[in-house]
């Protein structure tokens, strides 16, 4: 999978992407979410929270057969407002299980460098994200 991106074009996106909500935390689907999460926080100025759920490893093969808690959640997001961001979306069923662990915010919305979410920066065939090395 080459660098079909640079970190600036991203980063480009980044910036111009408009929200219609304003949050009350980030959370990031660690491990994929966190460099994502970690932008949109300089941008946004609101604290970061980590989801540890797992499906893949790291040549994005399928772990287990569906997505697993992989360390019990340990922030408060009842009655919250959260931007829930993703690297990569494929199937939804990473953003699917994290919406349903997080059911009793107030509102979930998603974000996606690549892929099919609430909010994304490209939804395109897959590409290497130039902060991986």
Not at 50 to 79: E, G, M, T, V, W
Not at 121 to 126: A, K, S, V
């Amino acid at each position: 999978m080459p660098y079909d991106k640079t970190f600036a074009e991203v980063l480009e996106r980044f910036r111009n992407i408009q929200f219609s909500e304003s949050f009350d935390i980030i959370v990031a689907i660690a491990n994929g979410g966190i460099i994502p999460a970690a932008i949109l926080n300089q941008r946004l100025d609101i604290g970061i929270q980590l989801l540890k759920i797992n499906l893949r490893d790291p040549n994005q093969k399928p772990r287990y057969n569906s997505p697993q808690l992989i360390a019990p959640i340990d922030f408060d997001y009842k009655d919250k407002t959260i931007l829930l961001v993703e690297d990569r979306v494929k199937t939804g069923a990473s953003l699917a299980f994290a919406c349903k662990l997080l059911e009793d915010a107030k509102l979930v919305k998603t974000f996606a460098v690549n892929g099919k979410a609430d909010y994304s920066l490209y939804d395109e065939d897959c590409f290497k994200f130039p902060w991986l090395l």
